[in-house]
């Protein structure tokens, strides 16, 4: 094998500070799986799968980045030949161990949101993950799967990964990433994956949840004597023409602890379809003691608009409710971590075009992002400065450009930024080429023949 240029031999050495080799071998042997003595051994094939992200290049122009001498037809049938037990193994090391540096009252802060990406137009990934049917009022797009992550706050480390078919909700498969979740922490999710069921095994696993509430599931009573509307009726009432009144309400008001500040409690309602029966007759044995904390969401010009969040942390002398507001306004920094997941290393679109190969892409993608996210720990320790403040961009190029042993320098420092709402408007779109309503096969042409 030619001499490795820099670009490999630097994400050689990092994975060997977290992977060695012998480690790589050993797994695989493990697993079963038997390889010839070539350029192409499985730690140089994983290797080589990240220095591809990494670079951003095609599979026929990573040979040249690396200076193997090998083709890329080789290089794909290397990596379909790993075993994807091996790349499970890799992500699961290259998450730390131990509690957040950083902790909220003393609770590690931990993220849980979804995402989609788009994968290759096979038959065999339509069937397995299937076409959304709103892109452009056709089915005749890519497949486009959903991506379950857990994150930690402070490292923005990946600790766990669900794929999913774009037909199935997030929140059927929330539950199975509270295993990674350790006692002690609290987990922010959006109003899409909030349940009784879902706040009843966090509970009973001794981790504690804060969920933004729909506006459907808010207990707007306001204690003693039932609130009047407007018009000087009361609320409650069997309105003339509305739903009937049901028999027992599966959420009331308990007290209040302050402004905006309510302890409700709730009841199941019914029991959903992706837990078991016997399951869910143990969790809704006892009913859930939660706090229900109310805030505006203002901006300049604009009318006020009312949120709520509901939570497991119901004292309110060690979790203030404005305290909790803050930390929930945090739960947004997970939309950058999947930016730079999607963007920055490129997982919109896939390249593979089987089921398994898939699962390997994606594997190796979390692998790659969580490398990158340690040079930015690193980076974020040495400057004094939180890690989501440092250039993620720039931890990738010094990765990808720098020599082996090299100190690692001062990276890029971004600002401090409030989020904006800008226009969802193309300006320039006089080169975009009409829209494939069709099926591709449908509105291919035949060749064109030349003839005398």
Request: charged residues 25%; glycine residues 8%; positive net charge.
């Given at each position: 094998?030619?001499?490795?240029?820099?670009?490999?031999?630097?994400?050689?050495?990092?994975?060997?500070?977290?992977?060695?080799?012998?480690?790589?071998?050993?797994?695989?042997?493990?697993?079963?799986?038997?390889?010839?003595?070539?350029?192409?051994?499985?730690?140089?094939?994983?290797?080589?799968?990240?220095?591809?992200?990494?670079?951003?290049?095609?599979?026929?122009?990573?040979?040249?980045?690396?200076?193997?001498?090998?083709?890329?037809?080789?290089?794909?049938?290397?990596?379909?030949?790993?075993?994807?037990?091996?790349?499970?193994?890799?992500?699961?090391?290259?998450?730390?161990?131990?509690?957040?540096?950083?902790?909220?009252?003393?609770?590690?802060?931990?993220?849980?949101?979804?995402?989609?990406?788009?994968?290759?137009?096979?038959?065999?990934?339509?069937?397995?993950?299937?076409?959304?049917?709103?892109?452009?009022?056709?089915?005749?797009?890519?497949?486009?799967?959903?991506?379950?992550?857990?994150?930690?706050?402070?490292?923005?480390?990946?600790?766990?990964?669900?794929?999913?078919?774009?037909?199935?909700?997030?929140?059927?498969?929330?539950?199975?990433?509270?295993?990674?979740?350790?006692?002690?922490?609290?987990?922010?999710?959006?109003?899409?994956?909030?349940?009784?069921?879902?706040?009843?095994?966090?509970?009973?696993?001794?981790?504690a949840g804060c969920f933004r509430l729909p506006r459907g599931q808010v207990v707007h009573k306001r204690g003693g004597k039932a609130a009047k509307n407007k018009r000087g009726g009361k609320t409650g009432g069997k309105k003339k023409g509305g739903p009937k009144k049901r028999g027992k309400r599966s959420r009331q008001l308990i007290k209040?602890?302050?402004?905006?500040?309510?302890?409700?409690?709730?009841?199941?309602?019914?029991?959903?379809?992706?837990?078991?029966?016997?399951?869910?007759?143990?969790?809704?044995?006892?009913?859930?003691?939660?706090?229900?904390?109310?805030?505006?969401?203002?901006?300049?010009?604009?009318?006020?608009?009312?949120?709520?969040?509901?939570?497991?942390?119901?004292?309110?002398?060690?979790?203030?409710?404005?305290?909790?507001?803050?930390?929930?306004?945090?739960?947004?920094?997970?939309?950058?971590?999947?930016?730079?997941?999607?963007?920055?290393?490129?997982?919109?679109?896939?390249?593979?075009?089987?089921?398994?190969?898939?699962?390997?892409?994606?594997?190796?993608?979390?692998?790659?992002?969580?490398?990158?996210?340690?040079?930015?720990?690193?980076?974020?320790?040495?400057?004094?400065?939180?890690?989501?403040?440092?250039?993620?961009?720039d931890a990738m190029n010094w990765l990808l450009w720098s020599s082996p042993g090299s100190p690692l320098p001062d990276l890029a420092i971004n600002r401090k930024r409030t989020r904006r709402s800008?226009?969802?408007?193309?300006?320039?779109?006089?080169?975009?080429?009409?829209?494939?309503?069709?099926?591709?096969?449908?509105?291919?042409?035949?060749?064109?023949?030349?003839?005398?």
């Open positions: 094998m030619a001499t490795l240029p820099l670009a490999l031999r630097q994400v050689k050495a990092t994975l060997e500070s977290q992977f060695p080799s012998d480690r790589i071998l050993k797994i695989s042997r493990d697993l079963g799986h038997v390889w010839r003595k070539r350029v192409l051994t499985p730690e140089v094939t994983v290797q080589l799968f990240l220095l591809q992200w990494l670079a951003g290049v095609a599979l026929k122009a990573l040979r040249h980045v690396a200076g193997v001498t090998v083709s890329a037809q080789a290089i794909c049938r290397a990596r379909m030949r790993l075993p994807l037990r091996l790349m499970m193994d890799l992500v699961a090391a290259g998450v730390p161990e131990g509690p957040a540096k950083v902790l909220w009252r003393g609770l590690e802060v931990y993220l849980v949101d979804g995402m989609s990406f788009m994968t290759q137009d096979t038959p065999a990934l339509v069937e397995k993950y299937g076409k959304p049917k709103n892109q452009r009022g056709t089915g005749h797009g890519y497949p486009t799967p959903k991506l379950l992550a857990l994150m930690d706050f402070n490292g923005g480390f990946i600790r766990k990964v669900i794929a999913l078919p774009w037909a199935r909700q997030e929140f059927t498969c929330l539950s199975r990433l509270f295993k990674a979740i350790g006692k002690g922490a609290v987990l922010l999710g959006d109003r899409g994956l909030v349940s009784f069921a879902h706040l009843a095994l966090l509970m009973q696993s001794g981790t209040r602890l302050g402004p905006q500040d309510l302890l409700v409690r709730w009841t199941a309602a019914g029991r959903p379809k992706w837990i078991g029966r016997k399951r869910f007759e143990t969790l809704s044995a006892q009913p859930l003691t939660l706090r229900q904390i109310a805030f505006r969401i203002c901006r300049p010009g604009c009318r006020p608009r009312w949120a709520w969040i509901i939570t497991t942390l119901i004292d309110p002398k060690r979790y203030p409710a404005g305290e909790l507001v803050k930390l929930y306004g945090k739960r947004w920094q997970i939309e950058v971590y999947f930016r730079d997941l999607k963007r920055t290393l490129g997982l919109s679109l896939l390249s593979t075009k089987t089921p398994e190969g898939v699962r390997k892409e994606i594997l190796a993608f979390i692998l790659l992002y969580n490398l990158v996210r340690g040079v930015v720990c690193k980076a974020a320790e040495r400057q004094g400065v939180e890690p989501h403040r440092i250039s993620f961009t800008p226009p969802r408007r193309v300006k320039n779109a006089r080169h975009r080429f009409p829209q494939l309503n069709q099926p591709r096969a449908k509105l291919d042409k035949p060749p064109c023949i030349a003839m005398l």
